[in-house]
Each structure stands twice: as C-alpha cells, then as structure tokens.
C-alpha cells in the first residue's frame, strides 16, 4: 500500500513540475531578453486559465481550438505590454517592477469585475475522461495530457531556441545585447518574441492548471512564487537550471502534501531554496557576474 501512495506521489510530481517549468521558463526567457522582472506573470498565467473557461466551458468551442485561440490571444496581450509598457524599461528592473505590480491589480480587479471572484471549473474533455492504472497507483488520463503538452511545449521551445535564427538570435541578445545589436540583430524584435513567447508559455501552464484545479481571479499569486523559487534556484536567466529547479519544487511540493501539509510543503520548498542559495549563492547553473 505504501508503495502505491509513493507512486501516486511520484506522479502527482510530474504533473505539478511540468505545469511549474513551463509557467516559469515563460518568466526566466523575459528575464533573460529584456533583464525584467515581471511579477504579472502570475496574472497571464490567470489569464490563460480564464482563456480556456471562457472558450471550452462557456461556449463550447473545440478543446483543442479553445487551447489554440487561449495561447494566441495570452501571446497578443504579452506583445502589447511589451511594446507599452517595458519596453522602454528594458534593462532597468525597478520601474519594471513597479509597472508590473501595477498590472497585478490592474487585471485581477478587471477579471474579477468581468466574470466575478467565485471557483469555476473547465470540464473535462470525453477523450480525457478515466483514469489509468499500473502498479497499484492511479492518475487521470486528464493529468497524463497535461505531462504530455507540457512536455511537447518545452521540446518546441528548446528547438526553436536552438535551431531558428530567431532562437539563436534571442540567445545572443541574452549573453551580450550590445554585441547582438553590433551584428546588426533588432533588439526590440527579440524583445518582443520573449515576452510573447514567455506569456503564451504561462498562458499554456494556466490552461491546463486551470483543466485539473479550478479557475479564479487570484490563482497565479501562489504559482509565482514557486516559479520565483525555481528561477532562483535554477540560477537566473537559466533555462536549463529552471527545468532542474522545476522538478525540486514540484516533488518537494508532491511529497510534502502527501505526506505533511500543504503548509509544510510550501514551507520545505522556500528552505530548499535558501540552503540551496548558502552553498550556492548563484543557483544551479547561474553564471558569475
């Protein structure tokens, strides 16, 4: 029985930490373009659970249409607060910071205005409907998707980072924006991509948190900090360490659930983060200044 319950653990771990990475790669990308710290991220992410309630649940469009329009219209309003509002902030983290707390506000009051403060539940697709089991644990086929796009998300962003010239491009503008611009690449249009890319990538993690939990105009304050946690711990601005970190945070906070409280687990998760630190001061794979 025990061994079942581990398991299950195990499993659940997966979920959280994909749903995690790919909500916080979104945010360590931003960071490493445009050296912004975001602390609306949470809200896109909000948005993209609303974005999937509002389309599948509320006038019954095709899942998969539904996740679509979700991730472009999430991706559209990244673009627009880019070219409004950070853009001539790049590079300067404290108006950044400022203006994105603003944003907070701005459209948890905005969405809780629109479609009020109460839970709402995203029903579940007939093809996810069931559960599978092996080994004496059992997950829903409806968790098994979410690993699965996740997954498919993050092999999609490492080939477009690594094999397009908009990719190889993003990453020159992130080791050395100066050089980058010397070699005649457009800084603004890496901006762009970053945070559009980076909101689509939280509007997808929403989504699909949003499928398996429930969907409220508060739900991405607890998620950032979590993902905070594991940008900091991955070390910032990578995207590598930032996966690593991700899947800590996720089983720390599986395990720490299962077994103690959800209390105790977010409480293991930020002194994972700050024994971490102490051997580590950079994270995981932070580069020296």
Same mark, same amino acid.
């Given at each position: 029985?025990? /061994? +079942?319950?581990?398991?299950?653990?195990?499993?659940?771990?997966?979920?959280?930490?994909?749903?995690?990475?790919?909500?916080?790669?979104?945010?360590?990308?931003?960071?490493?373009?445009?050296?912004?710290?975001?602390?609306?991220?949470?809200?896109?992410?909000?948005?993209?659970?609303?974005?999937?309630?509002?389309?599948?649940?509320?006038?019954?469009?095709?899942?998969?249409?539904?996740?679509?329009?979700?991730?472009?219209?999430?991706?559209?309003?990244?673009?627009?607060?880019?070219?409004?509002?950070?853009?001539?902030?790049?590079?300067?983290?404290?108006?950044?910071?400022?203006?994105?707390?603003?944003?907070?506000?701005?459209?948890?009051?905005?969405?809780?205005?629109?479609?009020?403060?109460?839970?709402?539940?995203?029903?579940?697709?007939?093809?996810?409907?069931?559960?599978?089991?092996?080994?004496?644990?059992?997950?829903?086929?409806?968790?098994?998707?979410?690993?699965?796009?996740?997954?498919?998300?993050?092999?999609?962003?490492?080939?477009?980072?690594?094999?397009?010239?908009?990719?190889?491009?993003?990453?020159?503008?992130? /080791?050395?924006?100066?050089?980058?611009?010397?070699?005649?690449?457009?800084? +603004?249009?890496?901006?762009?991509?970053?945070?559009?890319?980076?909101?689509?990538?939280?509007?997808?993690?929403?989504?699909?948190?949003?499928?398996?939990?429930?969907?409220?105009?508060?739900?991405?304050?607890?998620?950032?900090?979590?993902?905070?946690?594991?940008?900091?711990?991955?070390?910032?601005?990578?995207?590598?360490?930032?996966?690593?970190?991700?899947?800590?945070?996720?089983?720390?906070?599986?395990?720490?659930?299962?077994?103690?409280?959800?209390?105790?687990?977010?409480?293991?998760?930020?002194?994972?983060?700050?024994?971490?630190?102490?051997?580590?001061?950079?994270?995981?794979?932070?580069?020296?200044?």
């Amino acid at each position: 029985m025990e /061994q +079942n319950v581990v398991l299950q653990t195990v499993l659940n771990g997966f979920m959280l930490s994909f749903v995690l990475i790919l909500f916080a790669l979104g945010l360590s990308l931003v960071f490493g373009i445009m050296h912004i710290v975001n602390f609306a991220h949470g809200e896109i992410y909000m948005l993209g659970g609303f974005g999937i309630w509002w389309f599948y649940a509320q006038h019954n469009i095709n899942y998969v249409l539904s996740m679509i329009l979700t991730m472009v219209l999430v991706a559209a309003v990244g673009l627009i607060l880019e070219r409004f509002f950070f853009r001539r902030f790049r590079g300067n983290l404290l108006p950044g910071m400022i203006i994105s707390v603003g944003l907070i506000f701005i459209t948890q009051a905005s969405v809780a205005t629109g479609w009020g403060f109460l839970d709402k539940a995203v029903p579940t697709p007939s093809t996810f409907e069931g559960v599978i089991t092996a080994f004496g644990a059992t997950i829903s086929k409806e968790r098994l998707y979410v690993i699965v796009i996740a997954l498919a998300c993050m092999i999609g962003l490492y080939f477009f980072l690594m094999r397009t010239r908009q990719g190889r491009s993003m990453r020159a503008t992130a /080791q050395d924006p100066d050089a980058a611009a010397l070699q005649g690449i457009a800084i +603004n249009n890496c901006s762009a991509m970053a945070m559009g890319i980076g909101c689509a990538l939280a509007g997808i993690a929403g989504a699909l948190a949003g499928q398996v939990f429930l969907v409220n105009p508060y739900m991405g304050s607890f998620p950032l900090l979590k993902a905070f946690v594991a940008i900091v711990l991955g070390g910032m601005g990578s995207l590598p360490g930032t996966i690593l970190a991700g899947f800590v945070v996720g089983f720390t906070d599986s395990f720490g659930s299962t077994y103690l409280s959800s209390t105790v687990a977010s409480m293991l998760i930020f002194l994972v983060l700050i024994a971490t630190l102490v051997v580590r001061p950079r994270g995981f794979f932070g580069r020296a200044e």
